[in-house]
């Protein structure tokens, strides 16, 4: 079997692999959902995750232990990952064949030789690895895991999750049980079709310039014991071998260690046996690590170290938070949850109502694209049963927690049911509140017991264009003196007839003139024609008690004021932080 051949057969199974765990991480109990699929194994073979949730926090979470086998393959072989194992690399490199396949070869050769620009993604590296550095804390800082914004596998991860996966479900795929949305997809659909679509230009124009994760494997491999190298004999010179190198390592001249990605097109193309794969050097010379600057180093690593402390003086992961920025079930206190979340979209995926997503600007620029609640999204709000997200979870930025510490039970009834948030009542808009129309709605939908919304009933006269006055009785109707009342309006049994002495009778049935009461009225009760009488609306109006509710956000996701919700909930009260708890 040729060497590119069996390259090949990798990254397909890696590609389908990877599509495969992003679709079964579905909450459900098909075969192709959540039914113990290492769904995250892809992700924990990263080792910038790793490394940076280590500076971050000191501490590394159990399953990124997986990112040692990935370090100790490139200390061994080079940077097989990249062309063996990655999918996103691997689309890459498709696309790029789709580009320049038609090309004559000096076409090809300008379009894969070796830019100095090829260094930008080791700056990068090194940005974003001084941003997890866990500074003292009169610094105002934790360490700022930021990695996941660049590094291909969260990357992949979100663009698949939050683009292709809902694309799929609407051309009637079935992978959810309904059409599903996401805020800001515009954004990450975009950066995902540039970053590949960049290799019509440049052959796996990502891989070279920017991913922070080529770049420390590029690092490492240079200690790998197995290379690309070339004879001391046999080479013409026909530079066959760099037309299709994805990484622009020159493998015919004193060949960069550090950009091959172990394509091996080179050995493929090679007609002359002059490209080898072995343990001894090229004869042509090596260059064993990227070509860096002192300048560059200094500033991308100051840089680095003050991006978190810059980040944190908007105040808005301390005293300037936003409330309406509310985070899933589980999650870390926010600057802990910022040390350690990578954005790829796993929670959000995972989520069976929908109602996590992507975050923009609402907790500041560390925030973009971290997990938040919208609960005016989806099939209903956070289902107060579900623990799903915290043990999806790959670096535990939302932590897995229990059925039991969720409802409070067992153990935890003393600290009692998990809070994310409050509700509150928006007067202003809300329908028995400020415009006289029944609902109840949020109050039958509150799913904690004893329910958090109660209500209290109120009598509120109702305007009509004329005053009401009695013209006469028949038979339990009372007869109106004027043709004012709206035909079958107040039938609903909430409308209520106020008759004089204060007596008032729930009205059955109505018609312009006449008013159907609740019972015929006796003939000392009727009252004399021309005595006033009212319509009154009986209101139920709600109030949220917060000691019970835990903000699941269910009540703002029924409640049919469909513009700004008349109910809302706030991250007030969440259990996640003391500073957020509420002064009552």
Avoid at 41 to 54: Q, S
Avoid at 105 to 132: D, G, H, S, T
Avoid at 364 to 374: A, F, M, Q
Wanted: hydrophobic share 45%.
């Amino acid at each position: 079997m040729r060497i590119v051949t069996a390259r090949r057969a990798s990254q397909v199974f890696f590609v389908v692999a990877f599509l495969w765990f992003c679709t079964a991480a579905t909450l459900g109990e098909r075969p192709w959902q959540l039914r113990g699929w290492p769904v995250n194994w892809l992700l924990e073979l990263d080792p910038l995750v790793g490394i940076a949730t280590l500076l971050s926090t000191r501490t590394l979470y159990a399953g990124l232990f997986w990112g040692l086998a990935t370090v100790a393959l490139t200390l061994l072989l080079g940077r097989v990952f990249c062309g063996w194992i990655c999918p996103f690399g691997a689309m890459h490199q498709f696309i790029g064949w789709l580009g320049r396949r038609s090309r004559k070869l000096p076409a090809q050769l300008e379009m894969n030789r070796f830019r100095p620009a090829q260094a930008v993604k080791y700056y990068v590296l090194i940005f974003f690895l001084a941003a997890c550095v866990l500074l003292p804390r009169e610094w105002m800082s934790s360490g700022s895991l930021q990695i996941g914004l660049l590094d291909p596998l969260p990357l992949a991860h979100r663009s698949v999750n939050l683009i292709l996966l809902p694309l799929a479900d609407r051309a009637g795929l079935g992978l959810a049980p309904l059409p599903r949305f996401y805020e800001g997809a515009g954004l990450i659909g975009g950066v995902f079709l540039c970053a590949l679509f960049l290799n019509l230009w440049i052959p796996r124009f990502y891989c070279r310039f920017i991913c922070p994760l080529g770049a420390l494997l590029g690092v490492l491999s240079r200690w790998a014991l197995w290379r690309v190298a070339r004879t001391e004999e046999g080479c013409t010179d026909c530079r066959r071998c760099e037309r299709s190198c994805e990484g622009a390592c020159a493998p015919t001249a004193k060949i960069r260690i550090s950009e091959c990605v172990m394509c091996l097109n080179c050995l493929d193309e090679c007609r002359h046996d002059a490209i080898t794969y072995r343990t001894q050097p090229s004869a042509a010379g090596e260059a064993l690590l990227p070509d860096l600057s002192r300048r560059g180093f200094v500033v991308s690593a100051v840089s680095g170290l003050l991006a978190a402390p810059v980040l944190r003086l908007d105040g808005t992961s301390g005293p300037n938070w936003y409330a309406g920025l509310i985070r899933p079930p589980g999650a870390l206190a926010e600057e802990d949850f910022l040390a350690r979340c990578i954005k790829c979209g796993q929670c959000m995926r995972v989520c069976p109502t929908n109602v996590i997503h992507p975050a923009g600007l609402e907790g500041g620029i560390e925030g973009v694209w971290t997990p938040k609640l919208n609960f005016r999204v989806g099939t209903s709000g956070c289902q107060h049963t579900c623990i799903a997200c915290g043990h999806l979870c790959p670096t535990a930025a939302i932590r897995p927690v229990s059925l039991d510490e969720r409802l409070g039970r067992s153990g935890f009834a003393g600290r009692g049911p998990l809070r994310i948030g409050t509700a509150f009542v928006d007067r202003g808009r809300c329908l028995p509140w400020a415009m006289d129309k029944p609902c109840i709605v949020c109050q039958e939908n509150c799913p904690v017991s004893p329910k958090a919304i109660f209500t209290r009933e109120v009598f509120n006269p109702v305007r009509t264009s004329v005053a009401l006055t009695v013209k006469g009785t028949d038979r339990g109707r009372l007869l109106l003196a004027a043709d004012a009342l709206e035909g079958g309006r107040f039938g609903t049994g909430d409308y209520h007839a106020l008759l004089p002495g204060g007596r008032r009778l729930r009205i059955a049935a109505h018609t312009a003139a006449e008013l159907e009461l609740e019972r015929p009225l006796a003939a000392a009760e009727a009252p004399p024609p021309g005595s006033p009488v009212s319509v009154q609306v009986r209101l139920q109006q709600p109030y949220v008690d917060p000691k019970l509710c835990i903000g699941c956000g269910v009540c703002e996701h029924e409640c049919p004021v469909l513009g700004r919700r008349a109910i809302r909930v706030t991250a007030e009260n969440e259990s996640r932080s003391e500073r957020h708890r509420m002064v009552l």
